[in-house]
């Protein structure tokens, strides 16, 4: 069965420090998506991207973040400085054009210390 | 605002039982939901859709009702195993948006 793939699965980085998320969303899906989870708390929306363009962000997605689809199959996700706050587990999800449901990968466990 | 509510918070029931699990959101505009399981440390695992259209969905001893005028929907799961011990979480999405709203689940442990 088709599935979002990310990596890695778990980074532990420096305060102050770049990151980049990677996923690799289902093959035939057009829309992709970041969502975090801070431990304990809920699922929050992070970022919608479709046709090589955001079309929605959070509030929680300010300068610091930023997406990108290099390529026909990865969809990054970046974070240029980053604070102690941003630990959590970031997931990355797609859907495709026809279908409502969305798919979600396995998550990339962040720490900054 | 969509503010989603999920109740119980948290719920320990032998194997066997029949379990309702509720969802209740704030803004009844909305698009479909998704009922997804997550296991601890884990990615989000969909469970269920239902449309807005939709009165309920079914898949094997899954079933999820959806009254939008009300607000909520309930996911009911017969005859529990101890393999559905999870968190279960609800995301409606409202129309003129792209973006699953999540509530803080419930916690759900079945045990033999």
């Known amino acids: 069965e088709p599935e979002v793939t990310q990596t890695p699965s778990h980074q532990v980085t420096q305060m102050g420090q770049e990151v980049i998320l990677r996923c690799v969303p289902i093959?035939?899906?057009?829309?992709f998506y970041w969502y975090r989870q801070i431990l304990g708390q809920k699922v929050e929306f992070l970022v919608s991207?479709?046709?090589?363009?955001?079309?929605?962000k959070s509030e929680i997605f300010d300068d610091q973040f930023s997406v990108e689809r290099p390529d026909g199959s990865n969809f990054t996700l970046k974070i240029r400085s980053t604070k102690l706050e941003d630990s959590a587990m970031y997931f990355c999800?797609?859907?495709?054009?026809?279908?409502?449901?969305?798919?979600f990968g396995e998550g990339s466990w962040l720490t900054v210390v | 605002k969509q503010e989603v509510t999920q109740i119980p918070a948290a719920l320990s029931v032998p194997e066997g039982e029949n379990l309702v699990l509720n969802c209740s959101f704030t803004?009844?505009?909305?698009?479909?939901l998704q009922w997804f399981r997550q296991d601890p440390g884990k990615g989000l695992t969909s469970l269920l859709l239902?449309?807005?259209?939709?009165r309920e969905q079914t898949s094997g001893r899954l079933n999820a009702s959806l009254d939008k005028s009300s607000g909520r929907s309930t996911l009911y799961i017969a005859a529990s195993q101890p393999g559905d011990s999870a968190t279960y979480l609800c995301?409606?999405?409202?129309?003129?948006?792209?973006?699953?709203?999540f509530g803080t689940g419930t916690r759900l442990q079945v045990f033999p």
């Open positions: 991207f479709y046709n090589n363009e955001i079309s929605e």
């Open positions: 999800a797609s859907r495709d054009v026809s279908g409502n449901t969305i798919y």
């Open positions: 093959s035939n899906h057009l829309y």
């Open positions: 239902i449309q807005s259209s939709q």
């Open positions: 803004d009844s505009a909305i698009y479909n």
């Open positions: 995301a409606p999405i409202s129309y003129n948006t792209d973006k699953l709203i």
